[in-house]
């Protein structure tokens, strides 16, 4: 596809994507992300053979959020092996909110999966004795290829003040044995590792490299294969809170959202896309930032399992 029709998809993708900002609300339930600006909205494209398209408020920075689960995952899959991980946490969409309790209490002793909120705590535990944030840090500026990466303070402080119903999942986690270690430490990790400020370029430059199979630009290997591949496919099935399985439907490209607006997606062996749109929709997804990249699947044949010509 040549470089002019991209450019005129997006621009299209951008004006469709405003078009439903008004039915959407920036996330509330942590005070300084209400603070955003739900009109805002930017879109980034990182291709394999090195080309980048972007358009709109791609280097407006905002909180990763959720989206920090993909990095958690690839960082205890590397350090601890799947058998490990997934012996603490499942792979199974839960059909529940990203926050909710009522899977892990009712009906399993494990949380469903990494992308729920249970299961990111769960693999902060492991994570934190061994890795200190400093280094989670350095990692996120790495697999980003952004060394602007900080600890938003003002986000951190507010979730830890808004942390209630997080303390209670971590501590059900550890009445059923998935934490061992310090409750209190793992749930200041993984609130700090929600907190950092990125981009769409920042999440543009992760989703190249996890379709590119974890090979960075310069063509050093930060992930291994096999690490990728679950990544993926977990965010395929899960990424999307309980909205993920219509996503995979209508979209079909490996994705995760957060709730501060981001949405990372992987499109195989082609291109990772940043997006940013703080307007949420009730799954907590970005509103718009799902109708782009429905209209781009459509476009540009980017579902997975899209017919090729």
């Known amino acids: 596809m040549k470089s002019e029709e991209v450019t005129r998809i997006l621009e299209n993708a951008i004006r469709i994507g405003k078009g439903v900002i008004r039915y959407g609300s920036v996330a509330s339930y942590i005070p300084e992300l209400a603070k955003a600006d739900k009109n805002k909205l930017g879109i980034c494209l990182y291709t394999i053979d090195g080309n980048q398209f972007e358009t709109g408020n791609t280097e407006d920075r905002f909180t990763i959020q959720s989206i920090s689960k993909v990095m958690a995952l690839c960082l205890a899959l590397e350090t601890f092996g799947a058998e490990f991980v997934f012996d603490h946490v499942g792979v199974e969409p839960s059909g529940e909110a990203f926050n909710s309790l009522v899977e892990l209490?009712?009906?399993?002793?494990?949380?469903?999966?990494?992308?729920?909120?249970?299961?990111?705590?769960?693999?902060?535990?492991?994570?934190?004795?061994?890795?200190?944030?400093?280094?989670?840090?350095?990692?996120?500026?790495?697999?980003?290829?952004?060394?602007?990466?900080?600890?938003?303070?003002?986000?951190?402080?507010?979730?830890?003040?808004?942390?209630?119903?997080?303390?209670?999942?971590?501590?059900?986690?550890?009445?059923?044995?998935?934490?061992?270690?310090?409750?209190?430490?793992?749930?200041?990790?993984?609130?700090?590792?929600?907190?950092?400020?990125?981009?769409?370029?920042?999440?543009?430059?992760?989703?190249?490299?996890?379709?590119?199979?974890?090979?960075?630009?310069?063509?050093?290997?930060?992930?291994?294969?096999?690490?990728?591949?679950?990544?993926?496919?977990?965010?395929?099935?899960?990424?999307?809170?309980?909205?993920?399985?219509?996503?995979?439907?209508?979209?079909?490209?490996?994705?995760?959202?957060?709730?501060?607006?981001?949405?990372?997606?992987?499109?195989?062996?082609?291109?990772?896309?940043?997006?940013?749109?703080?307007?949420?929709?009730?799954?907590g997804n970005s509103i718009a930032g799902r109708k782009i990249l429905q209209f781009l699947s459509s476009q540009m044949k980017l579902h997975i399992f899209a017919k090729k010509d």
């Open 105 to 283: 209490d009712n009906r399993s002793n494990r949380p469903f999966n990494p992308m729920i909120n249970s299961g990111a705590i769960a693999v902060a535990s492991f994570i934190e004795p061994k890795v200190s944030f400093e280094e989670m840090l350095k990692l996120a500026r790495c697999f980003c290829q952004d060394d602007g990466i900080v600890l938003d303070e003002k986000v951190y402080h507010s979730e830890m003040s808004n942390v209630a119903r997080n303390r209670a999942i971590a501590y059900l986690l550890e009445s059923k044995g998935v934490i061992g270690g310090n409750v209190e430490e793992a749930l200041d990790f993984y609130v700090k590792m929600c907190s950092l400020s990125v981009t769409a370029e920042s999440l543009a430059s992760l989703g190249l490299l996890l379709a590119n199979d974890g090979v960075d630009p310069s063509g050093k290997r930060l992930l291994d294969s096999d690490t990728v591949r679950v990544v993926k496919t977990i965010m395929l099935t899960c990424g999307m809170y309980d909205g993920s399985g219509e996503f995979a439907v209508r979209v079909g490209i490996p994705s995760k959202s957060g709730v501060g607006g981001g949405l990372l997606s992987v499109v195989d062996g082609k291109m990772g896309i940043g997006i940013y749109g703080p307007a949420l929709d009730e799954k």
